[in-house]
């Protein structure tokens, strides 16, 4: 089954502990994203990567890292959490880039203490 | 940059009424106006999606119109149904490169009652 898999689906911790988020897609696609879900704001981009070893900034990378070592495997790190970082994320990829129809995995609900 | 907006926040029908969702949107050069729905506790699904090139475009029960001169495009959900209960998102963006980067509304949380 296609699908876009993200680990943990639920994450508590504390300030300043370092954590990451896995994301993996079985679809071949070049192009993986992570947003993160805020109530009234919709869904922000954080990190964006148009192909193994290319990533880039979305609207909201502060605080975040990514890599792409492997096409299939696009984790998100949190290096230093912060409450602010308290949100819902989700992976997402789409085999020509944000304009063709992206795949979501089901979200990571992340609270900061 | 490109800014867009979507109303109502929240909607509420009765089973088999029809439903309409409006955005709108800022830059002139988007092209690409996808809507997406979601799901308690799922990921965004892609349910239809509409290019500049066309006014209007229709699945079954879902229907999407662009008014490119006013910069504003609509969903339209007729004989709703419980199960099409979910927060949608329209987005715009536009195509001239893979580069250029969809940019989500709010979304609007409906809901069918039965």
């Known amino acids: 089954e296609a699908q876009v898999t993200q680990n943990p689906r639920y994450l508590i911790t504390v300030t300043g502990k370092k954590l990451t988020v896995t994301c993996s897609q079985n679809m071949n696609h070049e192009y993986m994203s992570w947003y993160r879900q805020d109530p009234g704001l919709g869904l922000r981009q954080i990190y964006y990567s148009m192909n193994v070893e290319v990533t880039d900034k979305g609207d909201v990378p502060e605080g975040y890292k990514v890599s792409r070592k492997e096409k299939r495997n696009f984790p998100l790190i949190l290096e230093s959490p912060s409450p602010n970082q308290t949100s819902l994320y989700f992976c997402a990829s789409s085999l020509l880039g944000q304009n063709s129809p992206l795949h979501f995995g089901n979200g990571t609900r992340l609270t900061v203490t | 940059g490109e800014n867009v907006e979507q109303h109502p926040s929240t909607l509420s029908v009765q089973e088999g009424d029809s439903a309409v969702i409006k955005c709108t949107y800022s830059d002139s050069a988007s092209n690409y106006f996808p809507w997406y729905k979601q799901e308690l506790g799922k990921g965004p699904q892609l349910i239809i999606d509409?290019?500049?090139?066309?006014g209007e475009k229709k699945d079954q029960r879902i229907a999407v119109t662009l008014n490119k001169t006013a910069k504003h495009f609509s969903l339209h959900i007729t004989e709703t149904q419980p199960e099409d209960s979910a927060v949608y998102f329209c987005a715009a963006s536009n195509m001239k490169t893979s580069y250029d980067k969809v940019i989500f509304g709010p979304g609007t949380s409906l809901s069918v009652i039965p």
């Open positions: 509409i290019r500049s090139n066309v």
